[in-house]
């Protein structure tokens, strides 16, 4: 014999034995059904099978089998992709010319002029983007500040302590965005108090 199940109501509505689900908050999606087409798809599918390894005596589920039937569809799909960009060079060629543009084309047709400028903009833009300005190798870098030390000479006082507090504090605020950048949880609290005010002075 079966214990009797208790009924809890819930905001009008009645659950046997469990919990509802409107009350913690969260709605179970309901499993969709499938539409009629997705039905009638696994059905010829499945009367192909069938047709298929009864008329030819090929199973379905031979691993073999299914590597054929791969082959086949991807040669179908290039034949037929192969076909779709013959039509389209042939659509190509009907294009205008650029005298036939040239000839629709008014100087004081203020929109089309707006527009022409507009996409040549954001072509622009797209190019500067894409065309990013190639990394600085050690040499680039070392070969200007040639050219800096050759244009202005610096008088600085190598041995004075401010200097070296000033170094440390450059260095530690440098690592602390380089650990921020890399996302690295370690920021640690003595970045370059130690060791690095003697890397400065070098």
Request: one cysteine or more.
């Given at each position: 014999m079966q214990p009797a199940r208790r009924t809890?109501?819930?905001?009008?509505?009645?659950?046997?034995?469990?919990?509802?689900?409107?009350?913690?908050?969260?709605?179970?999606?309901?499993?969709?059904?499938?539409?009629?087409?997705?039905?009638?798809?696994?059905?010829?599918?499945?009367?192909?099978?069938?047709?298929?390894?009864?008329?030819?005596?090929?199973?379905?589920?031979d691993p073999e089998a299914q590597r054929a039937a791969t082959k086949i569809q991807a040669v179908f799909r290039g034949h037929k992709t192969r076909k779709t960009m013959r039509a389209g060079d042939a659509q190509?060629?009907?294009?205008?010319?650029?005298?036939e543009l040239a000839a629709e084309f008014r100087a004081d047709d203020k929109e089309l002029c707006n527009a022409a400028t507009k996409i040549q903009?954001?072509?622009?833009?797209?190019?500067?983007?894409?065309?990013?300005?190639?990394?600085?190798?050690?040499?680039?870098?070392?070969?200007?500040?040639?050219?800096?030390?050759?244009?202005?000479?610096?008088?600085?006082?190598?041995?004075d302590p401010e200097l070296h507090k000033a170094a440390s504090k450059i260095q530690a605020s440098f690592r602390g965005h380089k650990a921020r950048k890399e996302g690295d949880p370690k920021e640690g609290g003595d970045d370059g108090k130690a060791g690095d005010s003697g890397g400065a002075s070098q």
């Open positions: 809890v109501a819930t905001s009008g509505r009645r659950h046997f034995g469990r919990q509802s689900s409107v009350c913690c908050g969260t709605r179970r999606k309901k499993r969709q059904q499938p539409t009629l087409s997705q039905r009638a798809r696994r059905r010829s599918l499945v009367d192909a099978r069938a047709k298929m390894s009864s008329a030819y005596g090929i199973d379905p589920n190509d060629q009907n294009e205008p010319t650029e005298a903009a954001q072509f622009r833009g797209h190019m500067a983007r894409k065309t990013t300005p190639k990394e600085k190798t050690a040499e680039d870098l070392s070969k200007e500040m040639e050219k800096l030390d050759a244009k202005e000479e610096v008088d600085i006082d190598l041995t």
